[in-house]
Structures are given as C-alpha cells and as structure tokens.
C-alpha cells in the first residue's frame, strides 16, 4: 500500500481530478495552488522577466525553428546547481517550485493515480477506465517552464510528447492571471481525438492536466498578457512500441467506432492527427508565427516580430510538402515482402561481393558519383520527406491531396497512412471528412443526405460551388468550425470552460481585402503543391484511392471490387458532430445494408486479407464524449449556445488490397549477387527496424546500390543510357533505410550558449566559426543552410590543419571542438534534409561565390578532387557520430513534417 506523500504545499489536486484525467485523458483543477503562493510566483516571474531571464520561444517546424511572437519563457529545468544557487534571490518563490513543489506534485499524482488502479480492480467492469495507466517516473526531476504572453502570442495545435524520443508523460499547466476575464482570449483548447473540443480559460491559479503524448491542444491568442507555467512529469513507458508503431496488426477495427475509441485513447493518434486536422494545423500555425497584431498586450505596438508573407508562404509550402510524404513501408507492413525476398534469396553468393577495405576502396571511386545520383534522387524523395511508421508519430502522413479527388468526390478532406511495396499490397488507413453540404444532390458520398438523409440549410447543390475553389482560401473561410465544435458545457467552471466562440477577429480579417493579395500567395504556394503532388511517389496510390472513393460513391455492395483484383475489408461510418437525438431526421436510418455488408466481409477469400471489418455506413453514430461528465450537469441542456451540429463529418476507412498488378507467385528464382545484396540488405533495413535496432548505415546502403548500378551494364550514372532503375521492391525500403540512418540534430535554439562560445575561437578554427555561425543564421531565418560539401569539406580542412590528421584511425587525431560539432551536425541534417530550392541554390552559389575568406576555399574542380580525396575518410567520421544520433529517432515539437528536426528532449 503506497503511503500519502507529505507535501510541502497543499496541491489542489483531488482523487475526482484523476478519476476526471484517467477518464477522460484531461482534468481542469481549479484553485491548485494556495492564493498567496501563486501571488507571489506571479510577482516572482515578474521579476525574473524584469532581469531579463526569459527568453523568445521558440518552436520546431520542418527544418528550422521559429519564433513564437509574444510569447517568451524560463526553463526551469535548465538550471543547474550552480547557477540556481547564485540566482536564489533572483528565483524567489520558483526556487521552491524546483526543489520541493514540483517533485512533490508528481508524487502525488502518482500516489492517487495508483489509488485509482487499486480501486478499479476491485471495481464493476463498468467503472474501469479506458485511458491507460499513468506511470510517472518519480525518481527523474519534472521539467518546468515558466510561460509569458505579452498579449498577441498563441500556439498552434501540437502534442507535447510528439514521438521519440520524448518522455513526457503528464502535462500540467498552471496559470497566474488574477485579472482575466471573458473576451481577454488566451484560452487553451483540448481537442481529444474525433471528439469535441474543449476551451479553459486560463484562469488564476487553475490548473489543466492532461497526457501529454495523447491530447492535441492548441493556445488561442491572447489579447492580454498572459503567465503560466507548466510542470512535464516524465513517465516510465511513455512511446513503447505499442504507441508509436501503427501497423496492420493494430488496424482491426470492426466498426468506425471502434476506430475512433481505439484512436482517442492511444498516442497512435499523433500519426494521422496531422492529416485528421489539417486545416486546423495549418490555420493555428500560420495564426501563431504572425501573432496577432491589435492586441494590447505589452508588445502590440511593435508589428517587428510578425513574419513577412514570404516567411508564412515557406510554411505553408513546408506544410504542403508535408502533405505529400510518402510514408514508408513499415517493417510489419513488410512481412509480406520480406518472405518474398526470403524466397528469392536463393543465390546469394553466386558472385561473391568485395568485403570490407576491397569493396571500401572501390565504393570511394564511385563515390562521388554516386553522390550526385543520390542527391538527385534525394531532391526527389527527401523533399517529400522520407519517414517511418515506427516513428512517424512526428512525421506527416502521406495524404496523396489531389484537387481532382476533392472535386469529383466533395471530399473535403483525407489523409492516408499508406505502407506498399509497390506491386506487392497497399495497407491504407484513410480518415476521412466531408463537407456535409455536399452531395444532397447526386447521392454520392459518404454523406448522411446522399443516402436519404435530410438536407438541411447548411447543404449547397454540388454545382454551386465555384470552381477551383483554393484550398487555402477554403481553410480560411471554414475556420470557424473548429471552434464550432466546442460541446462542453459550463458547468463548474462558470461559463469560462467551453465558450463558445462565433466569430473571431482575425478570421474576420482573413477575408478583408487587405489579406487578398497575402492569400492568394498561399493560394499559389497550394497550387505549386497540389500539381507537384501528382507527381510525387504519392500519385499512384492516389490512383488506388480514387478507385475506393468512387466506390464508395457508387455504393457498390461490399466486395464487388473483385473485378479489380482486390480484396478490401472496408471500415465506414458517416459521423456527424452532434448529439445524438431520438429525432432521427438530420440522420440516415440504420441501413439494412450494414449487416449484408458484414456478412460479405466475413465470407472474403482469407488470403489477402489482412484487415476485416464491416461495411457500417450509416450506423447510428455513438455518443460524443463526455467530458467532465459529473462537473457539467447542465451541458445537456438544449439552451446550450452551442450550435446543434458541425458541418463537416468524419469517416473512416481502412483498407487493405492488392493492387491488380500485382504477381501472385514469385517468377525469379535466381538472380544476380548486386540484387541478392540489395536484398539483404532491405532485410537488414527491416529487421532493424523491427527489432529497432540500428540501421545499416548511409554508405552502405549507397555502397550497394551503386555495386547494383555497376553490376548492370556497369551504368552508375543516370545519364548513362543503359542506366536502370533500381527493382521497385527494394526502392523504397532502401529509401527507407536511408531515412532512418538520418540524423536527427540539435535544434539552433539549443545552441545558442555553442554561438557565444562560437565568438571566443582561435583562428584555425575560424572557417568552422564562420559555417557554425551561418548554419545558425540560416536556420534562423529559413534560407537554404550551407551545402553538405561545404560543411564536410571545412572539417576536414580543419582535421588537415591540425596534425595532419584527418582520419581518426590517426593516433594524432583531435575530435572537432564541442562547441562547433553539434552545430555541424544539424547543420548536415539540415543541408540534407531542407534540399535548397533552385532559386535558393543560385542564391547560396552568389554568395558562396564572393565569399572573401580568411582561408581561401578551391572552387568547382579543384576543390571536388579535394574534397573527393578526403570524403571517405570524413564519410567514416560523420558516420560514427551519425549512429549516435539517430537511435533518439526523429521528433518535432509541432510539424517536424518535411525533415527530422530537433529531438531534444524537453524533460
Ligand atoms: O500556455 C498554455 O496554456 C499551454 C502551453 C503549451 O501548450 C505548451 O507549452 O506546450
Ligand atoms: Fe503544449
């Protein structure tokens, strides 16, 4: 039996607070901390701002960090002994926070979250909860920030443990504004997952504690200032396999509801939520990094901090190319393929392949070439973001976005989690939402009201809508709804939980004609994307969608798709977003069909099918979630402000299929040793992916295809015209290979004690300073980085410089200062990762051109013999230490959609 933790200082925190968190993911405490003590934490953090310990935030997204304007913290947690125990006036109350309240706070939690299991055991069924068990880890130090708004700043829908290797558990956040009050804006919204919304107000000394890995929240502007701190406890299992892996063996829903009760429960939700919530994402982000001018906060006066259109324009592109990610085959989504390359294996040591410093020798030759081919191809696939599923938590989806789609079928919206080996299967997830004003005319789609369903005021016939409509300008004028969908009522928190909001000045200002010209530049950057899109990796499986979709519409009876070669186990439910209600008008009646359906699924050939389930489509959709359920009696009350429904519904569809190309029995039963080895080595990529293990390392990957490209018609170079392509079974795990041998690297705002140490350097290391300092600046502002060969090319001139030395087999070799490694680092990644635009590069190429160094660079040739001599041994170097770097595993903050930015762990 665990004993009550005596604490210092009575924390408001009750066993109906956890009961509340534990059922529902989320729990508001009101009058968590005593008055006088958090008075005086405000006037403490008051003091610490005046001496100036707060900082700009920033936040994570694509390669390059950006500011959130307003908005400044103190991490606590950043202090360690030595400077907490000179700043102790200066800390005043949070000294206690750090030593004593924080650790106490997580001991409690603990204590009444293990209270709870041991009262659900010996519980009904009934009573037990759905939210997994809370393990704190109450040996490891909480981490905590302390959060300024000088009024304009927001957040932007996020999780805050995005994936690993993050290990925050539980989320709390504390406010400490005595004088807000109802139009002073600055609430946070909980979104869990396919449910409703909810708004707190961030009222003094309330408290919201929600799982920090499993709820999306977002922070609306605040029109005034605005302080909070926030206690992360870490946990001790947070991110297993189980909750950051989504593989087929997780995607057995037998009903939409199902789905979503499976989804808002597990942390699996940060996979799709991106695409699930696109337009919110892309709306709350672009709301954040402007700011919001006008309000009256300390800094309103000053428009400085708000970004330029073209900064916004780079994020919606970051955002779009995010959209058009091609998720990789994840190692379970793989079995099928592994055993066919199992089969094939057959001959493996036919043609014995060049080991160890033979092979080593003749992969330097072709290196460099090689290089420029990868590098080709990596503008093509890294560009659209290469990621995994074991992670891909933090990546964005594949979302083949296709306008055709969007105007044939009045989806409004979908995303797709898609695993395929090309020819082998295609394992599909799409979440899917609709206009619910679309189809009360032709019957089609998922809607409610093509299948019989009233049509109501909102619906527009189809053929009203303006042609092209662009999607941005769409997001615009659609916002609204998600605050529509706020359910909760008020309840306890007297009216300050769950208001809802009408209408809202910036979205007002969206539209005004002075935001014309700045919309139709995203409106352009859409139009790029959607064409580029066609064209990605993604198109065919667009092709593969467009195929279910307009099966969809066509209500074909379940499984009659066989004349396309496939078998797929279809999960659908129309879902509106409104209580349910014994009047069933504004719902299609149960369809007879559903059962028919069901008993079709279960009667498919079992070979193909790797994911059954029924077609449920127009099933009464379940009860929204209750939130707060015994805190809100009156929430059911139908003078409720809020609007009976939201115009949009959710669907889901999971299907499986084998495309109708696809060879039902393997034909090669012996191949050559270059495809033997590639073989090999996509089992390796798998295996380790599976076990989660490392990867086979870039150079080999590149080694053995360029042993492939060599070994047929010794045509390296796709310019050469007997070049083949690489068998498409193995591409993409290869690609995949090479993505998750890819370094995750320290973010620039986590160098910025390296750039003062950056100032203070001799004058060998002054070509190293110069980069670092350019690699911070360029992350900074979110230009092109310094190139790849730049940076690789300038360590080893420094390794060269010193001792001579610039393999670390030498006994003379000195590692890189520490200062500019880390710098280095992220700066490869970056370079790697944020491929420069054309126009960037030519940029960058001027620049680099009439550079003026100290020590002058060889250009063009001279410097790629150079460079070409050494590059094997830096290759070894950069390597080893890219090995370290990549277990952590790709992480963002926000939208790490198109690279693996920063993974530095916050706890
Ligand atoms: O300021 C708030 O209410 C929450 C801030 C937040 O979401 C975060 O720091 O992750
Ligand atoms: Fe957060």
């Not at 003749?362 to 080709?376: A, G, L, P, T, Y």
């Not at 083949?724 to 591409?731: G, L, Q, Y």
């Not at 080893?880 to 992480?891: A, C, K, Y």
Request: net charge neutral; charged share 25%; aromatic share 6%.
């Amino acid at each position: 039996m665990t004993t009550n933790p005596t604490l210092s200082t009575e924390l408001g925190l009750t066993p109906d607070a956890i009961t509340q968190l534990r059922n529902n993911s989320f729990t508001v405490v009101d009058d968590f901390l005593p008055l006088d003590l958090a008075n005086q934490l405000l006037s403490d953090a008051d003091n610490l701002n005046s001496n100036g310990h707060f900082k700009q935030h920033y936040f994570q997204f694509g390669g390059s960090a950006l500011a959130k304007p307003f908005v400044y913290e103190m991490d606590l947690s950043a202090l360690d002994g030595g400077i907490k125990d000179t700043m102790n006036n200066t800390l005043g109350s949070w000294k206690d926070m750090i030593d004593n309240i924080g650790p106490a706070f997580v001991m409690k939690v603990d204590y009444l979250a293990k209270q709870f299991d041991d009262a659900s055991t010996t519980t009904t069924p009934s009573t037990t909860t759905n939210t997994p068990a809370l393990s704190l880890d109450i040996n490891a130090r909480p981490a905590i920030k302390i959060q300024l708004n000088t009024g304009g700043g927001s957040f932007p829908w996020h999780y805050d443990n995005p994936g690993p290797p993050n290990l925050r558990a539980l989320t709390c956040v504390v406010y400490l504004n005595p004088t807000w009050k109802g139009g002073d804006g600055g609430e946070i919204v909980l979104w869990p997952f396919l449910s409703k919304s909810t708004k707190v107000s961030p009222l003094h000394r309330r408290a919201v504690l929600f799982y920090s890995d499993r709820v999306l929240h977002r922070v609306l502007p605040s029109k005034k200032r605005r302080v909070c701190f926030t206690i992360w406890s870490p946990g001790t299992n947070v991110n297993s396999k189980r909750d950051v892996a989504l593989s087929k063996d997780v995607l057995q829903f037998t009903s939409y509801d199902q789905a979503v009760q499976f989804f808002s429960q597990s942390p699996l939700q940060r996979v799709i939520s991106r695409a699930v919530y696109s337009e919110e994402y892309l709306e709350s982000l672009l709301e954040c990094i402007e700011g919001t001018r006008g309000g009256d906060g300390e800094d309103a006066a000053s428009a400085s901090e708000s970004v330029s259109s073209a900064e916004k324009e780079r994020v919606v592109l970051t955002y779009g190319l995010a959209r058009s990610q091609t998720v990789q085959p994840s190692p379970t989504a793989t079995e099928e393929s592994e055993k066919q390359l199992v089969n094939t294996n057959t001959d493996t040591n036919e043609l014995p392949v060049a080991k160890g410093p033979a092979r080593r020798s003749r992969f330097s030759e072709v290196k460099h070439e090689w290089q420029e081919i990868n590098e080709s191809r990596l503008n093509t696939t890294i560009e659209l973001g290469p990621s995994d599923d074991v992670v891909s938590c933090v990546s964005f989806p594949s979302t083949g976005y296709d306008r055709e789609i969007e105007e044939q079928s009045d989806v409004f919206e979908y995303s797709r989690l898609q695993s395929s080996m090309h020819d082998r299967y295609n394992l599909t997830l799409t979440m899917q939402r609709q206009r619910r004003h679309i189809s009360n005319s032709k019957g089609k789609g998922l809607s409610s009201s093509g299948r019989g369903g009233k049509s109501t005021s909102n619906e527009r016939p189809r053929v009203s809508q303006p042609q092209q409509q662009p999607p941005v300008a769409a997001i615009k004028k659609s916002t609204s709804r998600i605050h529509r969908s706020n359910s909760c009522g008020n309840g306890r928190y007297s009216g300050d939980v769950n208001m809802p909001t009408q209408s809202h000045n910036r979205r007002r200002d969206f539209r005004s004609p002075e935001r014309a010209a700045e919309s139709e530049c995203y409106v352009q950057s859409f139009r790029r994307l959607s064409t580029s899109n066609r064209k990605s990796p993604a198109a065919g499986v667009v092709d593969a969608n467009r195929r279910f979709l307009g099966r969809f519409q066509q209500e074909l009876p379940f499984g009659s798709q066989s004349k396309v070669d496939s078998s797929t186990a279809t999960l659908s439910h129309c879902r509106h977003h409104k209580k349910p209600s014994s009047d069933s008008t504004d719902r299609p009646p149960p369809s007879s069909r559903s059962s028919h359906h069901a008993g079709k699924s279960s009667r498919l050939p079992r070979r193909n099918v790797y994911s059954k389930g029924i077609n449920v489509n127009n099933l009464q959709p379940p009860p929204p979630r209750r939130m707060l359920q015994n805190s809100h009696p009156s929430e059911t009350s139908s003078s409720s402000p809020h609007p009976p429904s939201t115009p949009y519904e959710v669907s889901a569809v999971v299907s499986l299929h084998r495309p109708a190309q696809c060879p039902s029995t393997h034909t090669r039963s012996v191949e050559d040793a270059a495809t033997s080895r590639l073989r090999e080595l996509c089992m390796d990529i798998i295996q380790s992916a599976k076990e989660g293990t490392s990867p086979p390392q870039r150079a080999e990957i590149k080694e053995t295809v360029v042993e492939y490209h060599r070994s047929h018609n010794n045509a390296v170079s796709p310019r050469d015209p007997n070049f083949t392509e690489i068998p498409s079974e193995f591409s993409q795990v290869l690609t995949y290979g090479l993505a998750r041998s890819q370094t995750v690297q320290q973010s620039p705002t986590a160098t910025e004690e390296s750039e003062k140490q950056l100032m203070n350097t001799d004058t060998k290391q002054s070509r190293l300073r110069e980069l670092c300092m350019d690699i911070i600046q360029s992350a900074r502002e979110g230009t092109s980085p310094p190139q790849r060969a730049e940076i690789k090319e300038a360590v080893v001139e420094y390794h060269r410089s010193r001792n001579n030395a610039a393999s670390p087999r030498d006994p003379n070799f000195t590692e890189i200062p520490s200062e500019f490694s880390q710098v280095l680092t992220y700066g490869l990644a970056r370079a790697q990762t944020v491929q420069p635009s054309p126009t960037a590069t030519e940029e960058s190429e001027k620049l680099t051109n009439n550079d003026t160094n100290e020590l002058p660079v060889a250009k063009g040739p001279e410097r790629r013999s150079r460079f070409s001599e050494v590059k094997h041994e830096w290759q070894e170097i950069n390597e080893s230490r890219l090995n370290t770097t990549i277990e952590l595993g790709p992480s963002d903050d926000v939208v790490s959609c198109v690279s693996l930015p920063s993974t530095v762990a916050q706890v």
